[in-house]
């Protein structure tokens, strides 16, 4: 009778995991009417081409070091799953490129960035969480929130994340291993939108996001 028990909660478990559905939310095109990106007096985009490449272009035009903005899918409410996309930094080493992700509005999500200009370093890649009007980077300084990765200056670099839970494990540039795991993702932040996100810095570039959700 145990045996059969054990079995048969085997079972349902395997039913329950297998109707988890993989959705797969492509953004490779974007229709700006479908998304919330930022244009204001200080704020602009545009779709342009940026090394070879139709990119996204978000433009801050002037510096703010408590600022951050980000563009992202209005219908796009992501738990767990896998992030992918291409990012690039044509300012160089005065470059702040990342994503965002479980976006509630423009100052509720997720955040992991990165630092072309501390290439190598372990202030290459910075994660965050953001819950206030200014953008607080200061605290979250200490090397538990960094990581080293290797960084092109101003070329496109491939970023894939895996979130699960309180976890996120990031690649860069297809890498077998992760530049950065960490195990404490904001309790209050569980689900929202995906999208791109852009530091204290004149211009980012970014393409080809890929969202695959876990429902």
């Known amino acids: 009778m145990k045996t059969y028990i054990i079995t048969l909660l085997s079972i349902t478990t395997t039913c329950l995991f297998a109707q988890q559905k993989q959705v797969v939310h492509n953004y490779t095109l974007i229709k700006p009417s479908e998304w919330v990106i930022p244009k204001t007096d200080t704020l602009d985009y545009a779709f342009d081409s940026y090394s070879g490449a139709k990119a996204l272009l978000l433009k801050r035009k002037f510096g703010n070091a408590k600022g951050a903005s980000v563009a992202y899918p209005k219908a796009l409410n992501f738990k767990d799953g896998?992030?992918?996309?291409?990012?690039a930094?044509?300012?160089?080493?005065?470059?702040?490129?990342?994503?965002?992700f479980r976006i509630k509005d423009a100052h509720h999500y997720e955040t992991l960035y990165f630092r072309p200009g501390s290439s190598g370093t372990i202030n290459a890649v910075q994660y965050m969480p953001e819950k206030k009007a200014e953008f607080n980077w200061w605290d979250y300084e200490a090397d538990k929130y960094q990581a080293k990765a290797i960084l092109p200056l101003t070329a496109w670099f491939h970023v894939k994340a895996i979130v699960k839970g309180r976890e996120i494990s990031v690649f860069v540039n297809n890498q077998p291993k992760p530049v950065m795991f960490y195990k404490d993702l904001d309790p209050a932040l569980k689900t929202g939108s995906v999208g791109f996100w852009l530091g204290n810095c004149s211009l980012g570039a970014y393409k080809n996001l890929v969202v695959n959700s876990s429902d």
């Not at 896998?82 to 990012?87: R, Y």
């Open 82 to 87: 896998t992030i992918e996309m291409d990012l």
């Open 89 to 100: 930094s044509p300012g160089g080493k005065h470059g702040f490129v990342g994503f965002a």
